[in-house]
């Protein structure tokens, strides 16, 4: 069973090995200003700690997946507080954008 993330007491995504999947609304989540999606830096870290490798993020609203290495996010995050704690955002650029219905090899 996955084991699940939490920031201030709501479930914001789930581990599975070491894959970190987030669900979040792009309408409503995507960081226009820094072109991707955000993690607030103390989750970021517990999942470095926890032996994370892959960061998923489930676009509810397109369908879309986005994957990434912990590595990269860390690498080429941009570290910014914009008065909701500090956040670690990764350009669009830097994901692996798999579209609605496109099926994984495995």
Do not use: C
């Amino acid at each position: 069973m996955p084991e699940k993330v939490t920031l201030q007491g709501k479930v914001i995504g789930h581990i599975s090995g070491d894959v970190f999947t987030t669900r979040r609304k792009r309408a409503v989540h995507f960081m226009r200003a820094y072109n991707g999606y955000a993690i607030q830096e103390d989750v970021f870290g517990r999942l470095l700690r926890q032996g994370i490798r892959i960061i998923r993020v489930v676009e509810t609203d397109t369908g879309t997946v986005l994957e990434t290495t912990s590595e990269t996010f860390d690498q080429h995050g941009i570290r910014f507080d914009l008065g909701h704690g500090r956040q670690v955002a990764l350009d669009e650029h830097y994901w692996d954008i798999r579209p609605p219905g496109q099926l994984t090899l495995l």
